[in-house]
């Protein structure tokens, strides 16, 4: 994938600070992710590696700098009138998965995948019923459509989560630490329905996760966050057998 191919990238990242009070927690991350990009993002807690993620979603907004979501392009600082509309026109274009689920426990798992598409209008109700129907079935949920949350398991509340996140058709998925609050036993489940995004659908993918194995296997570029700032990135077989800085080796010798 050519990096002079501007036509193809989906979300750009320039120049982003982020500060919380007194505490700048993003020092000026630079970043281009491509269209079936996978890009998994690791460092230590504090790095600043969620925030990042966080302020491409506009969850958070960037102090200064700029994002740029499938054509549009924000800048940091105040939210305006216009700006909030911008926000919403952006948001469209993204799909984001927690690390906690926050589906809707008094909706069905259905319910909760079919309400943004619902809600935004796009489709009729038999339409956005059948694609959630079918985002279920690729998910592995389909028998699970008339049931509520809390009778799943955390893995299929997370599948339910990912399905939610697919059902507005974005151009690009964020997933933030998706496994971090699931049971071992669990977290392979949702690791193959990502891979799986991957491989068949080609989505747009930026993860930010400590799973080596996941990044070896799907990933395209990694990129290691190191106080606030992107210390090194590239391919994962280059970046996990011979990083460059040693606080990126002392880092993957703590989590492989």
Same mark, same amino acid.
């Given at each position: 994938?050519?990096?002079?191919?501007?036509?193809?990238?989906?979300?750009?990242?320039?120049?982003?600070?982020?500060?919380?009070?007194?505490?700048?927690?993003?020092?000026?991350?630079?970043?281009?992710?491509?269209?079936?990009?996978?890009?998994?993002?690791?460092?230590?807690?504090?790095?600043?590696?969620?925030?990042?993620?966080?302020?491409?979603?506009?969850?958070?907004?960037?102090?200064?700098?700029?994002?740029?979501?499938?054509?549009?392009?924000?800048?940091?600082?105040?939210?305006?009138?216009?700006?909030?509309?911008?926000?919403?026109?952006?948001?469209?274009?993204?799909?984001?998965?927690?690390?906690?689920?926050?589906?809707?426990?008094?909706?069905?798992?259905?319910?909760?995948?079919?309400?943004?598409?619902?809600?935004?209008?796009?489709?009729?109700?038999?339409?956005?019923?059948?694609?959630?129907?079918?985002?279920? @079935?690729?998910?592995?949920?389909?028998?699970?459509?008339? $049931?509520?949350? /809390?009778?799943?398991? *955390?893995?299929? %509340? =997370?599948?339910?989560?990912?399905?939610?996140?697919?059902?507005?058709?974005?151009?690009?998925?964020?997933?933030?630490?998706?496994?971090?609050?699931?049971?071992?036993?669990?977290?392979?489940?949702?690791?193959?329905?990502?891979?799986?995004?991957?491989?068949?659908?080609?989505?747009?993918?930026?993860?930010?996760?400590?799973?080596?194995?996941?990044?070896? @296997?799907?990933?395209?570029?990694?990129?290691?966050?190191? $106080?606030?700032? /992107?210390?090194?990135? *590239?391919?994962? %077989? =280059?970046?996990?057998?011979?990083?460059?800085?040693?606080?990126?080796?002392?880092?993957?010798?703590?989590?492989?």
């Amino acid at each position: 994938m050519s990096s002079d191919d501007v036509s193809d990238v989906v979300v750009r990242i320039e120049d982003l600070h982020k500060s919380f009070g007194q505490l700048e927690v993003v020092k000026g991350v630079d970043m281009d992710v491509h269209r079936g990009e996978v890009v998994v993002i690791f460092g230590r807690s504090g790095s600043g590696k969620s925030t990042v993620l966080r302020c491409v979603n506009f969850i958070e907004d960037p102090t200064s700098g700029s994002i740029e979501v499938a054509g549009i392009r924000l800048e940091g600082g105040h939210r305006t009138k216009r700006k909030r509309e911008q926000i919403r026109q952006l948001r469209v274009h993204v799909g984001m998965v927690f690390q906690q689920f926050n589906l809707f426990p008094n909706m069905t798992v259905l319910d909760n995948v079919t309400c943004a598409p619902r809600c935004a209008g796009k489709g009729s109700d038999a339409e956005i019923t059948k694609r959630g129907q079918e985002l279920l @079935e690729r998910v592995g949920l389909a028998d699970k459509a008339g $049931e509520h949350p /809390i009778r799943l398991s *955390g893995g299929q %509340q =997370q599948r339910v989560a990912i399905a939610r996140a697919l059902a507005m058709e974005p151009d690009v998925m964020l997933f933030d630490e998706p496994t971090s609050a699931l049971d071992p036993e669990l977290t392979g489940e949702v690791l193959s329905v990502m891979k799986t995004l991957s491989t068949e659908m080609h989505m747009t993918m930026m993860v930010v996760t400590h799973e080596m194995g996941f990044a070896r @296997e799907v990933a395209d570029r990694m990129a290691f966050f190191h $106080e606030g700032r /992107i210390l090194e990135e *590239g391919p994962p %077989q =280059q970046l996990i057998s011979s990083p460059a800085h040693p606080e990126t080796r002392a880092f993957l010798d703590a989590v492989l």
